[in-house]
C-alpha cells in the first residue's frame, strides 16, 4: 500500500456472473489445492478479543515505521494500535481489523505483517500467496476514507523504509471508499514514473463477482510463476484471473531488484483517508459522513509452493535451543542485559518484567559470546526496543560479528517510540549467516543524546 495518487477505478471494469461467497467463516484453512504445497498459513482460529499469533504476526503501531515516513507513506491519518478494539479475533475463526473514532474525532486502526519476510517461489516454481476476507461493510458516503489492503512487501524494506519501491510491493487487494472493487497493483522500480508508473503502479480492477466486495467473503490470490518465460505475475479473485504484469513489462534492473532479495512478507491492515481514497473520491477523507467501527475480516491467509527445486518459504530446521545469552542459539531470545561485556550501558527494571539494557546512545555496545547461528543461514533479526527520545534523535541498532571494527551485517533505525518504556518489535534484514560467531550490538547516532533501550533480540531465518 503504497504511495499512489489515484488509480482510476476505469482501470478494468470486468462482469463475470460467479456463485457468491458465503458470508461465514470457515474457521480452518481449506485443504490444500492439488499440486500446491503449504508453505505457511494462520487460520485465526482463537478466543474472542484475544491478539493474533505472535509467532506469526509483528503488530504495527504509531503513524510510521521508526525513521521512515511519515503517516507510513500514504497520507493515511490513523494511528495504529495494538488494543483489541482495533485488532482482535472474534471466537470465530477469524482476525478483524476495526478502524474507531473518538469522541474528539481521531481515528485508529490496526496494521500487522507477518514475522517471516521469505516469501518467495522456489527455482523454477510459483509462489501463491491466498486469503480469504471480507471488507468492512460499508459503503456509499459512510464509508469515505476506508482503505482495506491484503499485500506483501519487499523483505529489504525492513530496517531501511527508503527503498521503496525498487523493492517490489505487490498488493492483492485493496478497496476504497466501500465501492465493489477489488484493486491489483504492482509497485517497482523508481518514483516517480519507471516502469511501475509510480505513484501508481501497473493495476488493474474489477467487481467482486456474485456478492460484494463489502457484502460477503471473497478469496483474494496472487500468484508469482518462474516457471515461465517471461515470468508473470498474476492476480486473480475467487479463482478468476484479473490481472498479469510479466517479467519483460518490467524490464532490468527493476525485475531483479524485485526479486532476486530475500522474499516478501505480508500485510493485512485498514488505513483511513491518504492519497489513494482521497484521489478516487476527488477531495480529503474520512469525512463528518464516515461512519466508524466496521471491520475488516480475515477467515485465512496461506501461502503455497508449486513445482521448483529447493523450496525457500519452507520452515527451516533451526540448531537446538539453548539458554540464551552467550553460548546459546541465535534463535532464541538474547536477553540484552545478558551481556559478556559492554560500554556505555545501564541495567534496569523493565515494565515488561525483568531487565532491560538503558542510557544507550551512539558509540556504545554490548557483546555476546559464542552465539551460535546453526548451519542453516540467519536471514534477519528482530529486537524488542524503547525510545523516548526528544524530536529529531534517533539512531542506528546494528549487528556485528566477531569484532566491534567489523562492519554492521544488520541494522534497524530507531526514533522516539512513545516512552523509555514503550516497546516494540522492530526487525531489520541481516547478511544470511552460518556458524557461531561473537555477536555485538552496537549503536550509532548522528546525536550524542541517549536514543534506545533494548529489553531483547534474537535472530529468525
Excluded at 507513506?73 to 483489541?84: A, V
Excluded at 518462474?226 to 486473480?236: A, H, I, K, M, N
Excluded at 534463535?331 to 541495567?347: D, K, L, M, P, R
Excluded at 544488520?410 to 534484514?429: D, E
Amino acid at each position: 500500500m503504497k504511495r499512489r495518487a489515484l488509480l482510476s477505478i476505469a482501470t478494468v471494469t470486468i462482469t463475470v456472473a460467479a456463485v457468491a461467497a458465503a458470508v461465514s467463516a470457515n474457521a480452518s484453512v481449506p485443504a490444500t489445492p492439488s499440486g500446491w504445497t503449504l508453505a505457511w498459513s494462520d487460520d485465526f482460529n482463537g478466543s474472542a478479543n484475544s491478539l493474533p499469533s505472535s509467532a506469526n504476526w509483528i503488530i504495527d503501531t504509531g503513524t510510521s515505521y521508526p525513521g521512515g515516513p511519515a503517516n507510513w507513506g500514504t497520507g493515511e491519518i490513523q494511528t495504529y494500535t495494538n488494543s483489541t478494539s482495533n485488532l482482535s479475533l472474534d471466537g470465530s475463526g477469524n482476525l478483524r481489523i476495526t478502524p474507531v473514532r473518538n469522541s474528539s474525532g481521531q481515528w485508529t486502526s490496526a496494521r500487522v505483517e507477518t514475522q517471516r519476510s521469505n516469501f518467495k517461489p522456489p527455482s523454477g516454481g510459483i509462489l501463491r500467496i491466498e486469503g480469504r476476507i471480507q471488507m468492512p461493510n460499508v459503503t456509499g458516503a459512510a464509508a469515505a476514507g476506508y482503505w482495506p489492503a491484503f499485500w506483501a512487501l519487499g523483505a529489504p524494506y525492513r530496517g531501511n523504509y527508503w527503498n521503496w519501491p525498487a523493492i517490489g510491493e505487490f498488493d492483492i487487494m485493496e478497496n476504497v471508499n466501500g465501492i465493489n472493487s477489488v484493486w491489483a497493483v504492482l509497485h517497482c522500480g523508481v518514483a516517480p514514473g519507471g516502469p511501475c508508473n509510480e505513484n501508481n503502479g501497473l493495476g488493474a480492477n474489477r467487481a467482486c463477482p456474485g456478492s460484494s466486495c463489502q457484502s460477503a467473503f471473497h478469496t483474494y490470490r496472487f500468484e508469482w510463476d518462474t516457471s515461465v518465460s517471461p515470468q508473470q505475475l498474476r492476480w486473480y479473485v475467487d479463482g478468476q484471473l484479473f490481472h498479469t504484469v510479466t517479467q519483460s513489462q518490467v524490464g532490468e534492473p527493476h525485475w531483479s531488484n524485485m526479486t532476486s532479495h530475500a522474499g516478501y512478507f505480508i500485510l493485512l491492515n485498514v488505513a483511513m483517508g491518504g492519497a489513494f481514497p482521497n484521489g478516487v473520491a476527488g477531495s480529503g477523507t474520512p469525512t463528518a459522513s464516515t461512519v466508524s467501527g466496521r471491520p475488516m475480516l480475515v477467515d485465512y491467509v496461506a501461502v503455497y509452493t508449486s513445482g521448483g527445486g529447493t523450496n525457500p518459504t519452507n520452515p527451516p530446521t533451526n540448531p537446538p535451543t539453548n539458554p540464551p545469552g552467550g553460548g546459546g542459539s541465535a534463535y532464541n531470545q538474547i536477553q540484552a542485559e545478558s551481556f559478556n561485556a559492554q560500554s556505555g550501558v545501564i541495567v534496569e527494571a523493565c515494565s515488561e518484567g525483568g531487565q532491560n539494557i538503558g542510557a544507550v546512545r551512539s558509540g556504545d555496545w554490548v557483546q555476546f559470546n559464542n552465539v551460535n547461528f546453526g548451519s542453516t543461514p540467519a536471514r534477519d533479526f528482530v529486537a524488542r526496543v524503547a525510545s523516548g527520545a526528544g524530536g529529531g534523535v534517533s539512531g542506528l541498532v546494528e549487528v556485528r560479528l566477531d569484532s566491534r571494527s567489523n562492519a554492521p551485517i544488520g541494522s534497524f533505525a530507531l526514533a522516539n517510540t512513545g516512552g523509555w518504556q514503550s516497546w516494540r518489535s522492530i526487525p531489520g534484514n541481516i547478511t544470511p549467516t552460518t556458524g557461531t560467531h561473537t555477536v555485538f550490538l552496537t549503536f550509532t547516532s548522528g546525536q550524542p543524546n541517549d536514543f534506545v533501550n533494548v529489553n531483547w533480540f534474537q535472530f529468525r531465518n
